[in-house]
């Protein structure tokens, strides 16, 4: 493997399978896929105050991050846990209310010439 | 039932440019010569990856495999986030792509004159997906040089995808890429040169 496309390999690797943390789900309770790109953030309602024990301690660590407007690439990366186990796990706070999607447009309007322009001045600036 | 969307304003707008080409390249060096890189582990179901080739029935269609994958995040200003995505190279990963293209604003494909086959199947994809891309010679110290035009050739490219050389360890290289990229898909949008001003450095 040449260095320079390296696999990192994790030195502890997971201890646990990767949907152990979901009890096994490996779809968003809410059937809905969300983007790489898409933003999120907490709503401030405390979250699964009916029932705190449906509330994981990855919950918990998704809504820490989630205080601020984050991405779900980042989410994942912060968290470090897989994409496919985030996805699942915001859905489960998005029903309980306790996070929310900010509303963008869509990815294929979302870049006008004015944010090329930005991203331009941006890349030259660095 | 759709999620709850807020009517908080988003902070920032997350764009995102791929960056693709054979096993080896360099898209790991690239990504990480213009922004630090993280890696993201992602689950893909086996169902995806092994469509009409692995007879699944039995087990179940919840197998899943785990990929991981670099990416990068460059910061513009307070309102745009750029996230550069290296796309897995093999071949067997490749079903990951139609995801990670979904909205993406333009691709690099990173080629290696050793091995300039390696990119074809990226060449083509994105031809074929109508993204609008970039091919950047990976120049290895120890690679044969050859002239632009050759490659070109070799390449057999479409003469408005730009080609250059570039050192994927050098963050002044990279980034000339980047506004290579970024330039070709502002006259891709406006559908003629010289829509947005582009001073030369």
């Known amino acids: 493997m040449p260095p320079g496309d390296k696999w ?4 502890t690797g997971p201890v646990v399978r990767p949907y152990a943390v979901t009890g096994g789900r490996t779809e968003p309770a809410d059937g ?9 953030v907490t709503t401030g309602q405390t979250a699964g105050a009916d029932d705190p024990a449906r509330l994981t301690p990855e919950h918990r660590r998704i809504l820490g991050v989630c205080e601020q407007q984050v991405t779900v690439v980042d989410l994942a990366a912060d968290t470090a846990l897989p994409v496919g186990v985030v996805r699942v796990l915001l859905a489960d706070l998005i029903l309980q209310g306790a996070i929310t999607v900010v509303r963008q447009r869509p990815a294929a309007q979302r870049t006008g010439n004015d944010v090329l322009q930005e991203i331009l001045n941006g890349l030259r600036a660095l | 039932m759709g999620s709850a969307h807020s009517d908080s304003a988003a902070a920032f707008t997350a764009h995102k440019i791929l960056i ?7 898209k790991t060096t690239l990504v990480g010569a213009i922004s630090e890189v993280r890696p ?3 689950e893909e179901t086996l169902t995806a990856a092994s469509a009409g080739l692995d007879d699944l029935s039995g087990i179940g269609s919840k197998t899943t495999t785990t990929v991981a994958l670099d990416f990068g995040r460059i910061t513009i200003g307070s309102r745009v986030v750029l996230y550069l995505f290296g796309l897995p190279g093999q071949e067997r990963f490749s079903f990951m792509w139609d995801e990670l293209s979904y909205g993406a604003l333009g691709v690099v494909i990173l080629a290696d004159v050793r091995r300039l086959g390696d990119c074809f199947p990226s060449v083509n994809y994105f031809e074929r997906l109508r993204l609008p891309f970039v091919v950047a010679i990976n120049c290895f110290d120890d690679a044969p040089r050859y002239d632009i035009e050759e490659l070109r050739l070799a390449l057999d490219l479409d003469a408005d995808v730009p080609l250059v050389l570039c050192d994927a360890r050098e ?3 990279v980034k000339q890429v980047l506004i290579t990229l970024v330039e070709t898909i502002a006259v891709r949008r406006s559908g003629s040169a010289g829509h947005i001003v582009t001073p030369r450095t």
Do not use: Q
């Open chain 2, 40 to 42: 993201l582990r992602t």
């Open chain 1, 32 to 40: 809905e896929t969300l983007d790489l790109l898409t933003v999120v």
């Open chain 1, 8 to 11: 990192r390999p994790r030195g």
């Open chain 2, 171 to 173: 963050l002044s290289s």
């Open chain 2, 20 to 26: 693709a080409g054979g096993f080896g390249s360099g």
